[in-house]
């Protein structure tokens, strides 16, 4: 972009006055647009497995003899489910049109808790939006109005989808409970541990550090209060809260790949394409 | 010990301008801000260039070095391989003066649009009194130093001229947060100025701005998308005025803290 079209801004000092004139788009010499064809290319990923998923594969995630159910498609709540896998009550019916996917109301609460997620934002604003597509690389967008208008103002609501997938998370944290079943219920009161459950177990632990570590969450925790010293409990928590955030991207990314590589798991042993490791029972 | 280095130096005014090729010696230890005096002193002694304090503390020598906004006397030569070009190039977003100054008034015209600070009414000078923890977080802002490195890779402004009427950028984005998170100032309505005047929902949170600032200030996590919580609080969440009105209970207690 030639930069010397400056529009004249009466607010500005000096009125309309040219920029220095060059026409490089960037003048950056290192591989700036390679974190972005990474992140782009990741997340694009989970979106076309999940959506394989959700949409085609709508079986395999529950496994009886051991109570593995996969994260993607808890809470089971349609009649297709084992009884044994829907604490939550089967109101949905067991066959959807075509358009809706089975685990509707878990892929619905996780798209908006992730797409209004501040990191996530920021990842497809630059590597789809192009807005920037790097850091002082010129946007090709000739005109830009940021988050201020339909459809983007909405990103503002992401501290609801934080409180929804709050309560998602309580629900998974009772699936990874129910997952320490063993096969012979009358050894140990029906106790067990397979390798499923560590992997259930380590996608909680990242499921939770995301949510926890969510700036809205930071925000609610101590964030908005202008004495901490008033309110040293909720200034402890936003300390610790604080530290995570730091990690938020880490954990995005994490939890995403724990979700997928949980979710192939428990669909290979309920298929029987593999068998559960077990541990104990 | 000195090695020949090829730089390319912008070199022009209002009217236009071009890179001019030096080739120059670079010895070890030095800094880009030092290969540019030393254009200066051998070869081109009118070339315009800012500086003042060569420790990254004064915010006066903000260029582009390969493309990327940098202080040039942080710049350390060793960064760059010895075959490597550097160009170097005023900050984009501002107009030009001349070579690698620009006029950057428009920070200074936006710094006094916003409001100062306001002195609690109950308290006389003097009687002010701040715990460090409720005082660290604005802290964390008092350390810029006004190099505006964030405010020319700000793709808001740097791509977009129309926008810098409505824009403050990053840079008052973090005097907002400031006085905002200030336990003394007295006022209430920071985060409407922020969004209606300051232009905070035009930023898109990509973060350029923390990646820029030498000072590390993370601008985007501590102030930027603090602001837009607050912002939340104050205009789009029916919940949390709900709640103000039922609990009576708000952040906003008395500045004083006796
Ligand atoms: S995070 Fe916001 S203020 Fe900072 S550079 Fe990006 S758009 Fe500009
Ligand atoms: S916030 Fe950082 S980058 Fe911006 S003007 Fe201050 S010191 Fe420079
Ligand atoms: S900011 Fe990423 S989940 Fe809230
Ligand atoms: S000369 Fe002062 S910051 Fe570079």
Redesign the pocket.
């Known amino acids: 972009m030639t930069t010397t079209s400056a529009k004249p801004s009466p607010a500005m000092p000096g009125g309309p006055r040219p920029r220095a004139a060059i026409a490089a788009k960037t003048l950056r010499t290192d591989r700036w647009w390679l974190p972005s064809l990474l992140s782009g290319g990741g997340f694009g990923l989970f979106v076309l497995y999940t959506g394989i998923r959700c949409f085609f594969i709508q079986e395999s995630f529950w496994v009886e003899q051991y109570h593995y159910l996969t994260p993607v498609f808890s809470p089971c709540i349609s009649e297709k489910c084992p009884d044994n896998a829907s604490d939550l009550g089967q109101w949905l019916p067991a066959s959807l049109p075509f358009f809706i996917p089975l685990p509707i109301l878990t892929l619905g609460i996780l798209t908006v808790f992730r797409l209004t997620c501040y990191y996530y934002r920021k990842m497809y604003y630059r590597a789809y939006f192009m807005s920037p597509p790097g850091c002082a690389v010129n946007e090709p967008a000739k005109k830009y109005s940021g988050e201020t208008r339909f459809p983007l103002i909405f990103q503002n609501i992401h501290r609801y989808g934080w409180w929804l997938a709050c309560g998602l998370l309580m629900i998974n944290t009772w699936d990874a409970v129910r997952a320490f079943h063993g096969a012979d219920g009358d050894v140990a009161g029906g106790f067990g541990i397979g390798l499923g459950t560590l992997i259930i177990w380590g996608n909680l632990v990242m499921l939770w550090g995301y949510s926890v570590s969510c700036h809205a969450c930071r925000h609610i925790t101590g964030g908005r209060l202008k004495h901490f010293s008033r309110h040293p409990v909720r200034y402890w928590l936003w300390t610790k809260v604080s530290k995570l955030n730091a990690k938020h991207m880490e954990f995005a990314w994490a939890s995403l790949f724990s979700v997928i590589i949980t979710d192939v798991y428990i669909m290979s042993v309920s298929a029987g394409w593999i068998t559960d490791l077990r541990i104990f029972n | 010990m000195g090695t020949d280095r090829h730089f390319r130096v912008w070199r022009g005014n209002e009217a236009g301008g071009e890179l001019k090729d030096y080739q120059v010696e670079v010895n070890e230890g030095e800094v880009a801000l030092d290969v540019l005096h030393r254009i200066q002193a051998t070869e081109e002694p009118d070339l315009a260039v800012r500086w003042n304090c060569k420790a990254g503390k004064c ?1 006066s020598c903000s260029c582009e070095i390969n493309g990327k906004p940098r202080l040039a006397c942080m710049t350390r030569m060793s960064t760059f391989e010895e075959t490597e070009t550097v160009t170097v190039t005023p900050i984009r977003t501002f107009p030009i003066v001349r070579d690698l100054v620009t006029d950057v008034s428009f920070n200074y015209a936006k710094a006094l649009a916003m409001p100062a600070f306001k002195p609690p009414g109950e308290l006389a000078p003097g009687e002010y009194r701040m715990q460090q923890v409720d005082i660290e977080r604005s802290q964390e802002f008092r ?9 020319t890779i700000c793709h808001v402004i740097r791509d977009h001229e129309e926008n810098k009427e409505a824009f403050s950028g ?2 008052l984005f ?1 005097r907002a947060a400031e006085l905002d998170m200030h336990p003394l100032d007295a006022r209430s309505d920071r985060e409407e100025f922020a969004q209606a005047a300051q232009g905070l929902g035009l930023c898109n949170i990509t973060k350029c ?1 923390t990646e ?4 590390h ?1 993370k ?1 985007t996590d501590n102030a930027i998308i603090a602001m837009k919580e607050r912002v939340v609080d104050e205009r789009f969440d029916p919940l949390v005025r709900l709640g103000r009105k039922i609990f009576r209970r708000d952040r906003r207690q008395p500045a004083s803290t006796k």
């Not at chain 2, 350390?143 to 405010?151: A, G, N, R, V």
């Not at chain 2, 820029?212 to 000072?215: D, H, L, Q, S, Y």
């Open positions: 915010g350390k810029c130093i006004e190099c505006f490195l964030c405010q990053p840079r973090i701005c820029v600032c030498p000072e200030i601008i």
